[in-house]
């Protein structure tokens, strides 16, 4: 049974396309989202510290610190991002950077709305502290994981997608407008420019003239040879 079972997981891993889809998710949407779970635990490292420090050596107001704390670890995520998808240069302020910043202020809309609901939730189950306390914690960790695989599928098949930018190149390369630039191009040598013959076709070509004229050279030459002996013959014979 075991033996059976290796042979089919075998079977099925040598298939051409699970072996692509295998090799699309491991090696590309895996190395991504590997990166994005990084810079989201950075980020949120990021936010904590900012938050501690706003707190505890400036002395700013809660809800000043967590604004502050929230831009610096957005600001963070957005940096390892575009680290994480390979993005290189000056970013498109309408294309990436903006939306962006608006996934991020309804991220934190969507977990300010959910840890509201399950403290009110909480509380007309009629929980004491230390359970309520549980209760909204949970509900705010789970609200985390669901930001965080919708960010995920968000930035990899919209913000960060590319848009068949190799296809454009291969639809290009091989498209008839450039298959007539070509031809034209080659149209347009001039009429009288050597040919690109061969170096060791060249004593081929030139030695096949050469031949019949050295043949006809000889011919003329007995020709001629003959002609001066009948003219001796008929001159003695006089």
Known sequence: MALALRNVVRAVRAHSMVRAVYGY????????????AIGAALALATSEFTLLTCLGLLKLWPTVSAAVAWFAGAAV??????????????????????PF????????AFL?????LAHHLALSMGLRPIPRLVFVGTAYLAANAVTFLSRFAIFHYVLFADRGAKGSVHRSA???????ASDGASAAAPAGAPSATPASAAPLASAG????????????RRRAASAGEELRSTSATR
């Open 25 to 36: 998710c491991v090696r590309t949407v895996g190395r991504q989202f590997t990166r994005f």
């Open 77 to 98: 995520s957005y940096l390892l991002s575009r680290w994480a998808w390979e993005r290189k240069g000056r970013p498109d302020l309408l294309k990436e950077t903006l």
């Open 101 to 108: 910043w608006l996934i991020a202020v309804g991220t934190i």
């Open 112 to 116: 300010s709305l959910a840890t509201s």
């Open 174 to 180: 091989g498209s008839p407008s450039v298959k007539a």
């Open 209 to 220: 003239p050469a031949v019949p004229a050295a043949r006809s050279a000889s011919a003329a």
